[in-house]
């Protein structure tokens, strides 16, 4: 009999010694369960933020300058569509419009301002190879694919539907030509001054639009 109540009271420890431990396991558990989320979340947050970039240098940047000149994304987005003229300068069909003179085509053509006189529209028909333009505010359509454009002068708009090379001159004054592609971009431009434009013809409006130093 006088074993009994020692045996009830090791009993009593013993039960509580596992309840403790039972205690310890689950607070550890808890305590490592609380800490990860923080640790999870910090890392979702630093992933997020490389993910996601903020768009300002997106916003200025340049795009394809085979396809929209000098624009940056920003220009083209803030373009409105009412500022077109819809004239020679802007539109390919409205240039066809107002076709003056007609120059047949040739393994080397030449059009010059100086053999022009009050033309402002000029068309070289398909078959040509290469072509040079030499003028100033002049507006030319080439009929079909060549294989080199030239461009010197000041302020000229040429309609092309596709040349494996566009060359502008290198005196100061050749200048802000534009030079409109409309089956495929050219595979080589030359331009030593660095303010000629080259973009896809259904971009022409926005384009002129944009500012003419990247």
Not at 2 to 7: A, C, E, F, H, N
Not at 59 to 74: A, R, Y
Not at 86 to 92: F, I, L, S, Y
Not at 150 to 178: C, E, M, P, Q, R
Request: charged share 25%.
């Amino acid at each position: 009999m006088s074993r009994s109540p020692m045996l009830r009271s090791a009993s009593f420890m013993a039960a509580c010694l596992l309840t403790l431990s039972g205690c310890s396991v689950g607070w550890t558990g808890a305590t490592r369960a609380s800490s990860a989320p923080p640790d999870q979340a910090h890392d979702a947050a630093a992933q997020e933020a490389v993910e996601e970039p903020t768009g300002k240098l997106e916003d200025t940047s340049p795009v394809d300058p085979l396809e929209f000149g000098n624009c940056t994304s920003s220009e083209i987005s803030e373009y409105d569509d009412e500022l077109t003229d819809n004239d020679a300068e802007d539109t390919r069909a409205q240039a066809e419009a107002e076709v003056t003179k007609v120059v047949p085509a040739s393994d080397q053509v030449n059009v010059t301002s100086n053999e022009l006189s009050t033309d402002q529209v000029v068309k070289v028909s398909a078959g040509a190879r290469d072509v040079t333009i030499t003028a100033q505010s002049l507006v030319v359509i080439i009929e079909g694919e060549i294989e080199s454009l030239t461009v010197h002068g000041f302020d000229n708009t040429i309609w092309i539907d596709a040349s494996n090379k566009v060359t502008f001159g290198s005196d100061d004054g050749d200048n802000l030509n534009y030079v409109f592609w409309r089956s495929r971009p050219p595979q080589s431009k030359v331009d030593p001054q660095g303010v000629n434009m080259i973009g896809k013809d259904v971009n022409a409006p926005v384009i002129r639009s944009c500012r003419s130093f990247s």
